[in-house]
């Protein structure tokens, strides 16, 4: 049996837009591995209208007396969902989103 974790997320005072906004930014860097990077960084890269355009990774692929570490995957299947009133939008892992 697979393992679920549950992160709920309130936003109060914020349109469904700007939930929306959220939600696709977060299943992004989800998606993109944010949470699997070991030795390194990650620069996300915004319009100027907040709208994430790009992500850049930096990693360390090897320093001098660190053993080496296996990579997780640590949330494989996850789902973000945004319910709000009466609409709810939900993104199953590994979809794309627009």
């Known amino acids: 049996m697979k393992e679920t974790g549950t992160i709920t997320i309130n936003l109060e005072g914020v349109s469904f837009e700007e939930t929306e906004k959220c939600r696709r930014v977060l299943h992004t860097l989800i998606s993109q591995g944010l949470f699997n990077i070991r030795n390194g960084s990650m620069n996300l890269h915004f319009d100027f209208e907040g709208t994430l355009q790009e992500i850049e990774v930096h990693l360390k692929k090897w320093k001098k007396n660190k053993p080496d570490l296996d990579l997780h995957k640590l949330l ?17 892992s590994g979809a794309s989103i627009r």
């Open 76 to 92: 494989d299947g996850a789902i973000i969902e945004v319910l709000q009133s009466n609409t709810s939008t939900r993104t199953p």
